[in-house]
């Protein structure tokens, strides 16, 4: 990667780091479905895990799919049209199916092994309910998916008389977060937030900022949009979502209290309550990405030995993590200390294994060939 996009491999190291501290939040009481939880010890402990991960799911996964999403249609001219599919499947599928067939079983045997003494793993793994079980991996298959559609929509495009698009201005880029809230509250009439469908586990109530940001990453490097964002609009988005985070969240808050309902108001139905945190979850989602990568592209561009090396592990990681935490955590369950504590031994251990784990792998014949 050129030294003008290393930032771009920076934020993928921060954003895999964040997902393993998000799924460990979620451990130790935080909202949210995970192989094994804690239950959070104290209000203040759960309504701190709760302001993570709510501030986390209105951007990571969406600003995944845009950094996945940007250099696809260089890798799609460079490689051409058969080879590029067959490279997506490689990357894609095979880490899918091995998740699914090993790593997803062997972590669910942990989590739920010290409940059943005696229960083999054999026995476990032959009787499971569940064949397709893709956890995390539900992202690979989407991005799967989209890429797909993408290869299919190329043989339709007019490569003729390309007129770059200008970047679009701060208004545009808010009315965009806005539109997404409406469309997301929307969708989470039918599908709120938390429902999953089988068997990928895709949560609808995110994806219109999923389809919408995968989208934008193309358009975006097809109209050199990254090369031209300013450092003072990273600033500016950045302020936003500090106001969004530490003056919003506490209004949603007092939103609940006043309106006396329950938080499944806020997750989905046509009620106010989901309107109002579906328009605040893409303000703070779209804030969070622009401060990122105008901040990221100005302050974090260059990348040392260590930097340079973990990009190259992030991929790995991001698929071992969950068996990984979960381990941590099951070791640790009878420990008596804090939630916050547990979660921070938790978290950094996990981190630091995996990628430890994820250096061997890369440098593994066969499996470095796909990740």
């Known amino acids: 990667m050129k030294d003008r996009e290393s930032y771009i491999d920076n934020i993928r190291v921060f954003l895999t780091m964040l997902v393993i501290l998000h799924h460990a939040a979620i451990t130790y009481g935080a909202p949210g479905g995970w192989y094994y939880k804690e239950e959070a010890d104290g209000f203040a402990a759960g309504l701190l895990f709760t302001v993570f991960v709510s501030t986390n799911q209105a951007f990571f996964m969406g600003l995944f799919f845009f950094l996945s999403s940007y250099f696809i249609p260089a890798s799609y001219d460079r490689k051409g049209e058969s080879k590029f599919i067959l490279d997506r499947f490689k990357r894609l599928g095979i880490p899918l199916v091995f998740y699914s067939l090993v790593i997803a ?24 309910e569940h064949w397709i079980e893709v956890g995390v991996l539900w992202f690979t298959a989407a991005l799967l998916l989209f890429t797909c559609i993408f290869w299919l929509t190329q043989r339709f495009r007019d490569r003729k008389d390309f007129s770059p698009l200008p970047l679009p201005g701060n208004k545009s880029v808010f009315l965009f977060a806005i539109a997404l809230g409406i469309i997301s509250f929307l969708v989470r009439i039918v599908f709120p937030i938390g429902v999953t469908l089988p068997p990928f586990g895709f949560q609808l109530a995110h994806f ?9 990453g193309i358009i975006a490097y097809r109209n050199q949009w990254l090369p031209a964002l300013p450092s003072t609009r990273g600033k ?36 106010i309550q989901s309107f109002v945190n579906a328009i605040w979850e893409q303000l703070l989602g779209i804030s969070i990405i622009i401060a990122l990568l105008a901040i990221g592209k100005y302050k974090w561009n260059n990348q040392g030995p260590l930097l340079k090396a973990l990009s190259r592990y992030a991929y790995v990681v991001y698929i071992i993590h969950p068996l990984v935490l979960v381990s941590i955590a099951v070791l640790l369950k009878d420990l008596h200390l804090a939630g916050i504590l547990k979660f921070i031994i938790t978290g950094i251990l996990t981190i630091a294994i995996s990628f430890l784990i994820g250096a061997l792998l890369v440098r593994t014949p066969l499996i470095k060939e796909v990740v």
């Open 208 to 216: 219109p900022q999923y389809i919408a940001l995968f989208t934008v």
């Open 236 to 271: 500016l988005w950045l302020w936003l979502a500090v106001g969004l985070v530490f003056i919003g969240f506490p209004c949603i808050y007092i939103l609940k209290v006043i309106t006396h309902t329950e938080v499944d108001a806020f997750l989905g139905g046509f009620t």
């Open 105 to 128: 079983p062997f972590t669910i045997y942990i989590a739920i092994a010290h409940q059943y003494p005696g229960l083999s793993f054999k026995d476990y793994y032959l009787n499971r």
